[in-house]
């Protein structure tokens, strides 16, 4: 208070607001009579007066006021153009002694406090109550002031006290003076209407306010350049916003588009953003027909000196609208253009978040999306932001600022994004308590998302395995939560089951119950829950309430990663280390993704994006089941990983990798980029800045990694018949079951061969539980070799081996057992070819993972390897090794099998199978 008042006193501008009604009545009595007009200084003061009078005027005059003597200017208009801010006191100190000295002139207030707001000096706060009174009467520019005021000071420290004018008071003050017509206000209106933040943006709101400055009454005397320039802006304002926006009748956009060309066929000076609107008309068919390949014709034209004609072009270059895709030019030309186009980065930053034609580049979008203060790039990054929780931003004050603006004014998602970005694990923005005070009144009223975030968070620590959760005062009542729950069960709402399964685990709300919990978290992934899907995964994998099972844990794990989960992602790679026995995951789980996730900063100890050392983070990666896929082919999933996250190619980042590598792995690199033609030095695992070069230009070249095949993807799950479509299911079990019911009561040889042969039909058509029953019993049973071929067997076994179906156990030893009995019978000459078929049929067996661990068998196997090899050279397969399980046959066993596709063999087994079987379902229901 002190130091408000020696600000004020300086000034005299608290003077001025305490004092002025008690002078106003007295300055022409007592003060006046006290005056001798004798003195000679009275004509000096006066013409002292009558000059402050005049440059208050001239300077300060209000639109709006009957009473201005001079023509309006605008507020805009009272900051000098060189920003020279001692010109603008000089203005406030005229128009003080004005005021002070003609206070029955009553103009010269409202002049002397939009100067002083302008000027924005120490102690304005107090000049506030006067603005408010001549607001409450009526004036706009008051109003507008009220505004002002909120707008420069709404982000005070609240140690400086409450501010005078609260938000709605302002948006209210602007909304009276726009509707008295206050151009300014109206300029204001616009502006928040068309990018936010205090208003929600709203197409059908410019072009209203845009029409109401088309109507706005005349200014005051002779209105200035800016008033009519203005108001002739507002008819092209009008069209543009109406073709730009799909949200008007087709009669409005006829009507604009007609408007926006003959503007840019006029080519005028300004009819830039005519040109444009027009070219998006064309481009989305908006008030005239849709022709893709003239707006993107029209825009190549003009982005030589048009820089505002980019991201529409990039945007129609990488959907491939009106012309072939380019996204890599595209993205080039979106890079030159960040600086000086706003809507360029957050446009890049979707196309490095979609890697569809350079690998994803999270941390290069969060930078782009946390430059703008566009709203919807706000929003994204918030989303972003949730999966890479451990990654900083700068300034995450003004991403909160921005997101709090738009949910307070009601803008869609905001305040969702900005809640859930709160209730993370992102220490940068974590505030419980603030998100739970944006839910709660959403959830009030009656958005169903917002009400689930603020139940799941009643209870701190429910997520937390370290601390007990603790109620929150708050909030929803324990019956409340049950009550909900049992609302959401009952629409199929995921998250009602998600959160009661949270809730049972950890006994609160309702008794602690691991088997119920895990119920729930099933039926919370059933309906789409990707956070259930990884908490079902965990249970599979720690016996929480169900069994340990290794393939549902990867199931659940695997579905949540296709649908973007990083977190799954990142539990499938660690599980990947200790594969050594099941064998169920593949390299690019493994590996790949593994280097992937490091590569873009995910999960890194330490800080920052290059916190962990690569030799920490990846130890261990490249023992283990990685050894079964040999050198090369792990050396090739590491490459992959750059094409994953070629944000690992920055040079630190790099470095560090190339030393946790192991010396082999860097010469395999080598190795294939001289391959390849990327590098021409000799592969000696040195790793140095020319294979480092090479490896950048290799990605580039290569691409982005397309998604995992679901073949692949889904590489030692149980395998559903390939030939699907041509039996119903319910005629496969039935058969199945009748032949295993003969097969068991079989007495006689030949019932005991009728049996086999009919198990023998099941098995061509792909049914497990056929091709396991001859598998086992093939090396030990007469009767079952004398039906089933070496080949078949070979192909029956290698699809268990693969598909690892529930209740088979140690099929590798059958396998062995099979092949040494083929061995001993003189046929293992047929064992290579009918793998080679396998391999070409069967894209599981393409994986060097899985192939590496299958092979390895057969060399348990007497000749079964010499038997690929001989099959591999008749064949004429470049590049096999001196040994038919070795990795450099293997290796050429999958290129081949890739190149050549499916040999049609096991395609036309299932077909003839198919027949064989509907006939024997016919008649056994004869």
């Known amino acids: 208070m002190h130091a408000l008042v020696l600000s004020c006193l300086a000034a005299l501008s608290c003077f001025a607001v305490l004092f002025l009604p008690v002078l106003a009545p007295l300055a022409g009595g007592a003060f006046a009579a006290q005056a001798s007009p004798d003195k000679p200084d009275d004509a000096a003061k006066k013409a002292a007066l009558d000059e402050a009078i005049s440059t208050c005027d001239r300077g300060a005059s209000v639109p709006l006021d009957p009473e201005a003597k001079a023509p309006p200017v605008q507020y805009g208009a009272l900051f000098p153009q060189d920003f020279d801010l001692s010109k603008l006191k000089a203005l406030a100190d005229k128009c003080q002694a004005a005021m002070l000295g003609a206070p029955q002139e009553k103009r010269l207030t409202l002049q002397w406090l939009r100067v002083e707001v302008a000027l924005n000096q120490p102690g304005l706060t107090w000049l506030i109550p006067q603005v408010k009174l001549l607001a409450d009467g009526g004036s706009p520019e008051a109003n507008y002031l009220l505004y002002e005021f909120y707008s420069v000071h709404r982000h005070d420290s609240a140690d400086a006290g409450p501010l005078p004018v609260t938000r709605e008071m302002a948006l209210d003050a602007l909304q009276k003076a726009g509707s008295a017509g206050h151009l300014t206000a109206l300029s204001t209106l616009l502006r928040q209407y068309i990018e936010g933040p205090l208003l929600r943006r709203d197409a059908h709101k410019v072009v209203e306010t845009a029409q109401r400055v088309v109507d706005a009454p005349a200014q005051g005397q002779s209105p200035g350049e800016w008033d009519s320039q203005f108001r002739a802006a507002m008819p092209l304002l009008i069209a543009q916003t109406t073709l730009t926006e799909d949200s008007f009748t087709s009669d409005e956009q006829q009507k604009a588009f007609h408007a926006v060309e003959t503007d840019s066929q006029a080519g005028t000076n300004g009819s830039e953003r005519s040109v444009l609107a027009y070219i998006k008309a ?110 900083r931003v ?84 324990d019956d409340a939560l049950k009550a909900l729950i049992d609302q959401g069960e009952a629409k199929k709402e995921p998250q009602a089951f998600l959160l009661q399964a949270k809730l049972l685990r950890r006994g609160v709300v309702y008794p602690q119950d691991d088997a119920r919990a895990t119920a729930m978290l099933i039926n919370a992934a059933n309906l789409g829950s990707v956070e259930a899907m990884v908490l079902l995964g965990d249970a599979y994998d720690n016996g929480l309430g169900i069994d340990k099972n290794p393939r549902e844990r990867l199931h659940a794990w695997r579905e949540a990663a296709r649908l973007g989960s990083l977190k799954a992602k990142s539990k499938l790679a660690d599980a990947f280390t200790f594969d050594s026995f099941d064998r169920l995951m593949t390299l690019r789980e493994g590996i790949t993704e593994r280097i992937a996730l490091y590569n873009d900063g995910f999960g890194r100890m330490g800080a920052g994006a290059f916190g962990g050392g690569a030799d920490i983070e990846l130890s261990g990666l490249f023992s283990g089941p990685a050894s079964s896929a040999g050198t090369a082919a792990v050396a ?31 010469i395999a690199i080598e190795t294939k980029l001289k391959t390849d033609g990327f590098y021409t030095g000799e592969p000696k695992g040195y790793f140095g800045p020319d294979a480092r070069k090479a490896l950048a230009a290799w990605v ?112 590798e030893f059958e396998f062995i057992f ?109």
């Open 818 to 926: 099979d092949l040494t009995q083929i061995t001993k019978d003189r046929k293992s000459r047929v064992v290579g070819g009918a793998a080679l078929q396998a391999i070409r049929d069967d894209p599981r067996l393409q994986d060097p993972l899985t192939l590496g661990a299958i092979m390895g068998q057969f060399a348990f196997a007497p000749d079964a390897c010499d038997s690929v090899l001989t099959a591999a050279r008749k064949a004429g397969i470049n590049g096999v090794g001196e040994d038919g399980c070795d990795e450099q046959t293997r290796a050429a066993l999958i290129a081949f099998a890739r190149d050549k596709g499916t040999s049609g063999v096991d395609a036309a087994a299932r077909k003839a199978a198919a027949e064989e079987i509907k006939a024997l379902d016919a008649q056994a229901a004869k």
């Open 700 to 811: 580039d070249a290569k691409g982005p990694l397309a998604d995992a095949p679901s073949q692949q993807a889904a590489a030692g799950t149980r395998q559903a018949a390939p030939a699907s479509g041509l039996l119903a299911v319910e005629i496969l079990d039935r058969v199945r079951d009748k032949v295993f019911t003969q097969a068991q009561a079989a007495k006689t040889e030949k019932q005991k061969l009728a049996a086999i042969k009919q198990l023998d039909i099941l098995a061509r058509y792909g049914d497990l539980p056929s091709r396991w029953a001859l598998v086992r019993n093939y090396h030990q049973a007469k009767a079952v070799r004398a039906v089933v071929t070496p080949e078949e067997v070979t192909r029956y076994a290698l699809d268990i081996l693969v598909s690892k179906p529930d209740g088979v156990e140690k099929p």
């Open 394 to 477: 700068d300034n995450p004050d003004l991403l909160v600022e921005r997101l709090s603006d738009g949910a307070d004014a009601g803008e869609p998602g905001a305040a969702l994004a900005l809640a859930r970005l709160q209730l993370s694990d992102n220490q940068q923005f974590k505030s419980e308590d603030s998100a739970r005070a944006m839910l709660k009144p959403l959830a009030d009223a009656g958005d169903r998302d917002a009400l689930w975030l603020y139940a799941s968070t009643q209870y701190a620590n429910l997520d937390s395995t370290s601390y007990r959760p603790s109620r929150r005062e708050d909030g929803l009542s």
């Open 636 to 666: 090739e999933a590491v490459m992959d990983a750059f094409r994953e996250a070629p944000a690992g190619l920055e040079e630190e980042n790099l470095v560090g990798i190339g030393k946790a590598l192991p010396e082999e792995i860097r």
């Open 282 to 391: 064309l481009r989305l068919g908006r008030g005239t027909q849709q022709d893709a390949a003239k707006a993107r014709q029209l825009l190549e034209a003009r982005v030589g000196h048009d820089d505002d004609a980019i991201p529409m072009l990039a945007d129609m270059l990488a959907k491939g609208e009106g012309g072939a895709a380019d996204g890599k030019r595209a993205i080039a030309m979106l890079r030159g253009a960040t600086k000086n186009v706003t809507e360029a980065g957050p446009l890049l930053a979707g196309l490095l978040l979609e890697g569809k034609f350079v690998g994803r580049q999270p941390r290069a979008a969060i930078q782009l999306l946390n430059a703008p203060w566009d709203l919807d790039a706000c929003i994204r990054l918030a989303g972003v932001l949730l999966d890479y929780d451990g990654m």
